[in-house]
């Protein structure tokens, strides 16, 4: 292949180099549910998790020593990147990313390996039936749903007198119970962010059916809200004129799947003081922050919460929640009725009796084997949270740095284009409004730019780990690639390739890094050397050459 030199120069294979015995680091404390998190806890460095064999021309062993010197300048720079807590963790519990780099944990956490094993030796020892009877392995069954409701209400720190858990395939399906539920009318208004997922984005289309306005907010070029104040006078300034029992809803997205931005919670507050429902996408906050609904900042002013279990812990897939007032979802009204959510339907004939609380929004049997797994999942990241958003805050700012200093050398013309957050910001200023990402554009030694998704191909075949595209985040990524003006030429039946013919391939999007429970600084290291490595002559002409000919071979 054209671009065998490439993917040899990043092969799977650990450095091995003749050194001295590393010595044995001092072991962290154990906290007691977290098991063997230390156990493997070798020196400073293993070899294992260095940076891959370097074989490009000209430079071939260098890098390894460069890695090793700007590991140890990183260490000195970042101080609040130490946890040797997160190290050893990396070494009992994800030993599987000894020969990749993953940088795609906004898309899907990954599990640690213990999670498993204890959620298979539960499952072997213990009969579980379909929750829905009353045996003995039903009631078993029962009682582990009920102790993961508690697990999931403790973990975002809510009141259980205030607050429930309904079950879910995926946040998406909790965001489809509030907007197939609200009782929308003409008076009434929802609140979007340009900077939202597809899944919130959808919601519109429930509060236009019922003649609901719909109101979205502009975003700045590198993501995150317009005015703060301009929204919240805007809030205040609306109010009056809607009913008083549904006014709408105001939906807040925690933390954008692609700028990355945190939004300002008082929205939340402010929406809810002037009597707005309010409604917080947290699949991308909660991995890395801390929620706490009944806590003194947000005070139970958010009646409606959608998480992702995978995206929190990384197993089991196919679960969320939709954690509610019990107080707002008595307001909404559920549109049909399937197995699980009725207490009596009459066959033939109209009448039915819906269940009580969650379960009359849990369509069919909840996935009831996984609930086994999510208490002792949610107490291991509810350990780490306090050392492993400063860690993952260093990360970012490092890698917009070293991303942001790659030249072309024929050209010295910038290779990559941070778009968020802006290289600009402080580690303070990352640390408090961002997330663990970084999106970026890059462009060729002329200054044009190329498909996103070339450089996820490469990636791929060098062992690293990257998304690609608007993320299911349309307009935030339409933002930060300056682009916004491209929606007003969107028609219904429009395909990617159609906008592509148009606009051209910045269409397609951006590309995402995105740093989590397992990251450290050799993840960041292994990306800045790919993309060195198209910024050498002719290493970006030779990976559009293959990523080209890899896509007629798919079509033809």
């Known amino acids: 292949m054209v671009l065998s030199f490439l993917w040899n120069s990043l092969c799977l294979t650990s450095i091995t180099t003749a ?81 990749l780099t993953y940088l795609d944990y906004t898309g899907a956490s990954l599990y640690p390996e213990s999670l498993v094993r204890d959620s298979h030796k539960l499952l072997v020892s213990h009969v579980l039936g379909n929750p829905h009877s009353t045996n003995p392995s039903s009631q078993l069954a029962s009682y582990y749903t009920s102790k993961a409701r508690d697990s999931v209400l403790e973990f975002f720190g809510a009141d259980p007198n205030v607050y429930l858990v309904v079950w879910t395939a995926n946040a998406s399906t909790a ?5 197939e539920g609200y009782p929308w009318s003409p008076h009434s208004r929802l609140f979007l962010g340009q900077d939202c997922h597809n899944s919130m984005n959808g919601l519109r289309t429930f509060a236009r059916k019922n003649a609901a306005a719909v109101d979205y907010y502009t975003l700045t070029p590198n993501g995150g809200w317009n005015e703060i104040w301009s929204i919240l006078q ?15 809803i105001f939906c807040l997205t ?27 996408d947290a699949a991308a906050l909660a991995p890395s922050s801390k929620i706490s609904l009944s806590g003194s ?50 066959v033939p004939g109209e009448a ?97 730019f190329i498909s996103c998704e070339a450089i996820e191909y490469g990636a791929g075949k060098a062992g690293i780990c990257l998304r690609s595209g608007c993320m ?6 339409s933002s930060l690639s300056g682009m916004a003006y491209m929606m007003n030429g969107v028609s219904n039946g429009d395909t990617k390739d159609d906008l592509e013919a148009r606009f051209g391939i910045r269409s397609r999007g951006v590309i995402r890094a995105s ?4 990251s450290n600084f050799t993840d960041a290291w292994n990306l800045v050397v790919y993309m060195r490595s198209l910024a050498e002559p002719d290493g970006l002409k030779q990976l559009l050459e293959e990523w080209t000919y890899q896509k007629l071979s798919r079509v033809h």
């Not at 700028?259 to 929205?267: N, S, V, W």
């Not at 009359?360 to 949610?378: A, K, Q, V, Y």
């Not at 050398?409 to 402080?426: A, G, W, Y």
């Not at 299911?472 to 990524?477: A, D, Q, S, V």
């Open 175 to 179: 965001m489809k119970i509030i907007g």
């Open 472 to 477: 299911c985040n349309p307009g935030g990524t």
């Open 234 to 248: 805007r809030l205040s300034d609306l109010r009056p004129s809607f009913s008083e029992t549904y006014p709408g």
């Open 254 to 280: 925690g933390q954008s799947n692609v700028t990355g931005y945190k939004a300002p919670l008082i929205l939340l507050q402010h929406a809810a003081s002037q009597g707005f429902h309010t409604f917080l």
């Open 352 to 448: 039915y009796t819906l269940e009580h609380g969650p379960e009359r929004f849990e369509d069919g049997t909840i996935n009831f084997l996984s609930m086994l797994t999510i208490p002792r999942g949610l107490s291991f990241i509810s350990i780490l949270l306090p050392v492993l958003h400063p860690r993952l805050s260093c990360l970012v700012h490092w890698t917009i740095g070293a991303l942001s200093d790659i030249k072309h050398r024929s050209t010295q013309k910038l290779l990559c284009h941070i778009r968020s957050p802006s290289s600009s910001l402080s580690l303070s200023e990352i640390s408090k409004s961002y997330g663990a990402l970084v999106a970026f554009e890059v462009a060729d030694a002329s200054g044009n």
């Open 515 to 518: 740093f989590g429970i397992a």
């Open 19 to 99: 050194t001295t015995s590393p010595q044995p680091r001092a072991q962290p404390q154990q906290h007691p549910d977290i098991e063997k998190v230390s156990q493997d806890s070798q020196s400073s460095r293993t070899y294992a998790e260095s940076p891959r064999s370097i074989k490009f021309p000209h430079i071939i062993f260098q890098e390894v020593n460069e890695f090793k010197a700007s590991e140890q300048e990183f260490l000195l720079t970042y101080p609040s990147y130490h946890s040797p807590l997160l190290d050893s963790i990396r070494h009992s519990e994800f030993n599987r990313l000894e020969h």
């Open 297 to 346: 900042e947000l005070n139970n002013c958010i009646d409606a919460m959608a998480i992702s279990i995978y995206k929190i812990i990384g197993f089991p897939t196919g679960l969320g929640a939709l954690v509610v007032k019990k107080s707002f979802l008595q307001r909404l009204k559920k549109p049909w009725f399937s197995g699980g959510t009725v207490d009596v339907v009459q």
